[in-house]
């Protein structure tokens, strides 16, 4: 996974852009993050890269209009729900089911 400096970034924030992270400043990146944001690859190869951004954006809008809060909509993103739930384990992807973002 390849990371790179934006200074166009908010700080202590990154953005995945199909494999790529962007950060402002990377020295708060650690293995926990890297890991969450190769679960979010996993996720976009599964959904063909395109169709992760148009179903993350879609299913924030649906969650913000249930929730009122821009905050608690990320978090209960089911992308964003799997790659927290499991980002502190290493060896999660190695086991992972196919589209386990939509699997309980
Ligand atoms: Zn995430």
Partial sequence: ML?????????KFCVNLFGVVLAKDTSWIDAEIVNHEKIHLAQMRETLFVGFYILYV?????????????FKAYRSISFEREAYGHSSDMDYLKKRCHFAQWRR
Wanted: hydrophobic share 45%.
């Fill in 58 to 70: 879609l299913e924030w809008l649906v969650r913000l209009l249930s929730t009122g809060d821009s």
């Fill in 3 to 11: 990371i790179v400096r934006c200074p166009l970034i908010p700080r």
